[in-house]
Nanobody, 112 residues
Framework: QVQLVESGGGLVQAGGSLRLSCVAS????????MAWFRQVPGKGREFVAS????????KYADSLKGRFTISREDAKNTVHLQMSSLKPEDTAVYYC?????WGQGTQVTVSS
């Protein structure tokens, strides 16, 4: 059974940084894209970033370029999201996704 487990969320002041991690189990994702989304109450899930398997090419939501960096450690079946210069509007539940599977999410709260 494929599972994705996120960690690293928490409370941070505006301008601060957080690093989210997502560990996959049940199969290897080495050749597959992995992605991060986020969601705030009352809104749909918003694409944050993705990273291809193999090439490691990354894509970002235009509004987040330059502040967020996605990376992967295939040996650990893990994808990371480094977030810097955080803003209160980055507050959301952040989800990891791959091959149609979703993690349970991790809460990120940015205080002003």
């Amino acid at each position: 059974q494929v599972q994705l487990v996120e960690s690293g969320g928490g409370l941070v002041q505006a301008g601060g940084s957080l690093r989210l991690s997502c560990v996959a189990s049940g199969r290897t994702f080495i050749n597959y894209s992995m992605a991060w989304f986020r969601q705030v109450p009352g809104k749909g899930r918003e694409f944050v970033a993705s990273i291809n398997g193999g090439s490691g090419r990354a894509k970002y939501a235009d509004s987040l370029k330059g502040r967020f960096t996605i990376s992967r450690e295939d040996a650990k079946n893990t994808v990371h999201l480094q977030m810097s210069s955080l803003k209160p509007e980055d507050t959301a539940v952040y989800y990891c996704s791959a091959l149609g599977v979703w993690g349970q999410g991790t809460q990120v709260t940015v205080s002003s």
